[in-house]
């Protein structure tokens, strides 16, 4: 107990003391929200990873994915590298960064606005973020009432509580810069945390190959009548794993707090280094927990008559971790803590920055001047913090489901309104105003008919997480086929915006003579 206690001040402390050093970046809106664009390699890709991956990866997804995948759920990690964290790089990256100076935008809802020329744009996305992002946040406590029950039999509402005012404290103090940092620390501890616990949970079983054999040995008909169907190569649903795939990996590309990260890369030399640590970060944190999950129905959870763990997904990881030694426990519950603390600094970040640049500014307040923009961005750090802190408490001593069903929605619907849109305003000089909002209206729509009108859909569409994959798939073709059909955006306008990847650099000549000539 006494390490785990120690470990947990430790990290505490250095938390607080990078939020109260990084207050010097704080001080206007560019330094507050994005660092004043100056963050290197290391931090941003850091930051992207932490955002990314939570502790609703290593607790919730990577028990209920592996419990249905089983092996087969690492290639969920391996899409996050490769789609979730490669490919946004090469193919976001370094247009997000260019594009989003070039019109001087530090949040997705201003680029919208200014890229499309439209203040009701940037403000329909300010809604839609501000509705979707915002409660999202309360899933980020899932999973710690069980971890920390088991690890210090503390209360949920006291870790809670805890988590979200450390968090406000050190975001408020150091906005991005802060946040950057403390991300660093955490992916850290989450990288080396992942390999410690796969190792000390797979040579309990008696090693890998011991682990694979009795998982293989596992049947459950209800999810395949194939041998062996939890060690196969794409395992019982090869259908279903390509969903989530697609959802957990290609859905990164639309949401608004990690293509934040991509606004604040300070140079191209650090974009080329970025790509590379933010693809091996995604490949071991997220190739490590969904592997680890896959191990989840040897774990000893106990299994109802239903054929699901008891407790349910959230329970399979904390059964696997109840046997390791105190220090380990003490390394997961901060691996845990670092993953919800990172990602949730980065939404508080993302919907205060939204709400105040896109909303109040310019609509409700008029010449509202830079001091002011970022005060009335930290009364609403703390005011997202703690609508997130009620809404878990809440939802942990009821059976309140629509505010689950809404967080279990949100990445859907926001990757649906989004991707598209962002993806061809970044490329594409002919996309039109009108195929941005059927694409904001099909992807909030379709998500949120899903979580109220669920049996309707088809079989293969009443899973939210099929429906957010087909959601993003829908709008990558809606959007260029409305555009064919509705007003083009002024051309003139237009080639003005993409100026700033066409920019002509003055090179001193090698070779000034000329060549010689014979007569």
């Given amino acids: ?50 955002s990314y991956f939570s502790a609703v990866i290593f607790i919730g997804y990577a028990g209920q994915f592996g419990w249905k995948f089983g092996i087969a759920s690492t290639w969920i990690g391996i899409g996050n590298a490769l789609i979730g964290s490669l490919l946004a790089w090469v193919i976001l990256g370094r247009r997000t960064r260019l594009m989003s100076q070039h019109l001087d935008t530090s949040t997705m809802p201003e680029f919208f606005g200014k890229r499309f020329d439209s203040r009701a744009l940037k403000i329909g996305a300010s ?80 090693g890998f190959m011991a682990s694979l054999e009795e998982l293989a040995n596992v049947s459950d008909p ?11 190569f794409f395992g019982p649903d090869p259908f279903g794993l390509l969903c989530v795939v697609i959802l957990t990996s290609l859905g990164t590309w639309g949401l608004p707090q990690m293509v934040q990260k991509f606004y604040a890369i300070k140079s191209e030399k650090s974009i080329h280094k970025g790509t590379v640590i933010s693809t091996l970060f995604a490949l071991i944190v997220a190739g490590g927990c969904y592997f680890l999950g896959g191990f989840g129905r040897i774990s000893g959870v106990a299994v109802g008559e239903n054929g699901l763990p008891v407790g349910g997904y959230d329970a399979v990881v904390p059964a696997m971790l109840e046997s390791l030694p105190d220090i380990l426990i003490g390394i997961v519950v901060i691996l845990v803590l670092s993953a919800s603390m990172s990602t949730l600094s980065s939404l508080v970040l993302a919907s205060s920055s939204t709400l105040t640049i896109d909303f109040i500014k310019d609509n409700l307040v008029k010449n509202m001047s830079e001091k002011k923009q970022v005060f009335v961005m930290r009364i609403f750090v703390v005011v997202f913090i703690a609508i997130s802190a009620i809404i878990a408490i809440v939802q942990y001593n009821s059976s309140v489901s629509f505010i689950a069903q809404l967080m279990g929605i949100s990445w859907g619907a926001l990757a649906g309104a989004f991707l ?43 899973s939210p997480i099929n429906c957010g994959a087909f959601a993003m798939i829908a709008g990558l073709i809606l959007v260029p086929l409305v555009s064919l059909f509705t007003k083009k955006p002024d051309e003139k306008t237009v080639d003005g915006m993409f100026e700033c990847y066409e920019q002509t650099v003055v090179v001193a000549a090698k070779e000034a003579l000329g060549d010689d000539v014979k007569n």
């Fill in 1 to 50: 107990m006494v390490w785990k206690i120690s470990l947990l001040i430790v990290f505490f402390g250095i938390m607080l003391g990078v939020g109260l050093y990084c207050r010097k970046h704080a001080t206007n809106v560019g330094g507050f929200v994005l660092g004043g664009r100056s963050v290197g390699p290391w931090l941003t890709a850091f930051a992207y990873g932490t």
């Fill in 127 to 206: 809604v839609i973020v501000f509705v979707f992002l915002v409660p999202y946040t309360a899933s980020l406590y899932n999973g710690l009432s069980r971890l920390f029950g088991m690890a210090f039999n503390i209360d949920y509402s006291v870790c809670v509580i805890a988590m979200a005012a450390l968090t406000g404290v050190y975001v408020i103090a150091g906005g991005y810069m802060a946040t950057a940092i403390n991300d660093f620390i955490q992916g850290l501890i989450m990288l080396g945390g992942i390999v410690a616990v796969i190792a000390a949970v797979l040579s309990g079983h008696g």
């Fill in 222 to 232: 209800a999810a395949s009548t194939m041998p062996g169907a939890f060690v196969s």
């Fill in 420 to 462: 598209a849109p962002f993806l061809y305003g970044l490329y594409s000089k002919k996309i039109s105003k009108a195929s941005v909002w059927v694409c904001f209206i099909f992807g909030v729509g379709v998500m949120t008919l899903n979580m109220f009108f669920r049996s309707a859909f088809p079989t293969v569409l009443q």
